[in-house]
Every structure is written in C-alpha cells, then in structure tokens.
C-alpha cells in the first residue's frame, strides 16, 4: 500500500529528527515539526495547498538540522515543499553577520512568501509554546527577539488575516513570561 504524501513526510521526518531531542522537555525532537503542521491546519486548512504547506511543516527543519538536501526534498516531495523548505531554512552566515534577530526580521519582512510566513510564524508559535517548561534566560531572550520580529513584521510587511491571527496567538502565548 502506497502511504499518502503527508505520511511519507512524517516517516521522512522521524527518521531525519530520530537521535534528536528538544532542548527543554527533551522529548524526541520530531513532536515540534508535527506540532508546527497541526498548527499550519488549524490556521490555514482551507488553503488549496494545504498539503505541501503540511509537509513543508513537517520537514522544515530537515535541511537546517540534519543530512538532508533540498534535492532530496525535491526528489520525493516535489517542487513546492522544497521551495517552502528552501526559504525556511537559516542562512547561518547571514547570521553571524548581522545577528540573528536583524536577520530574522529582515528575512520575514522581506524575503518570505505568503505560505513560508506562516510556516515560520507557525514555528515561532510552537516554541513560545514551550515557555512554560524553558529556563527563564530562554524564554526571556526568545520572547524579546519575537517581540522585536513580530513589531517590525507588523510594520513593515501587509499581512494576511491568517498571518495576523498566529501573530495575536504569539502574543498570547507570551502573557505573563
């Protein structure tokens, strides 16, 4: 029996993420990208993309963390998912140059299509989610760089409704930390 795309893409991804743990819970580290898929349903399952968008959540990670390429990504997942990976993943240079909240804010401001913003805020959803079981030197820095991403996002970017609803989910979750 052949597994439908969105199965085949958590197998890919388990098996990616398999000797990885998250940093706080330390539960097997996959359960974030599955999180960050059911978080893109729930706030764009209407889209007529939907499931690339879905694997692009599960497999968002891959490049940036693991052995995986975009080829591969291409290869099996096709030319959407790859792109959406592609413009998810860190450019670790940019990075040290100019810091990773400048670059942050830049990227999401002016670099990312409608769809891989809201994988990225989707993202950046799960992890605030994870505030209650971080170390407080965590969930201060995260919070005040999501502060900063998300004013200058606001700013400088016209928003999609589903974009502005994750981004009032963010500030939600924040409340109190």
Do not use: C
């Amino acid at each position: 029996m052949k597994l439908s795309k969105l199965k085949q893409a958590l197998q890919f991804a388990k098996e990616k993420h398999k000797d990885q743990f998250r940093k706080f819970d330390k539960k097997p580290y996959v359960t974030h990208p599955i999180r960050v898929q059911k978080l893109v349903n729930q706030f764009k399952g209407q889209s007529k993309n939907i499931e690339a968008i879905r694997i692009a959540g599960l497999l968002h990670d891959t490049v940036e963390d693991t052995n995986t390429t975009l080829k591969e990504i291409r290869e099996i997942f096709g030319n959407l998912v790859a792109s959406l990976v592609n413009e998810l993943t860190s450019d670790s240079d940019k990075i040290e140059k100019y810091g990773k909240t400048v670059y942050l804010k830049n990227k999401l401001s002016n670099d990312l299509s409608d769809y891989a913003l809201v994988l990225k805020l989707a993202d950046r959803l799960d992890n605030v989610s994870d505030f209650p079981t971080a170390g407080e030197k965590f969930v201060t820095k995260y919070k005040k760089e999501t502060e900063e991403i998300l004013s200058h996002l606001e700013t400088n970017r016209k928003l999609t409704n589903t974009q502005k609803k994750i981004i009032e989910r963010i500030k939600e979750k924040m409340v109190g930390f």
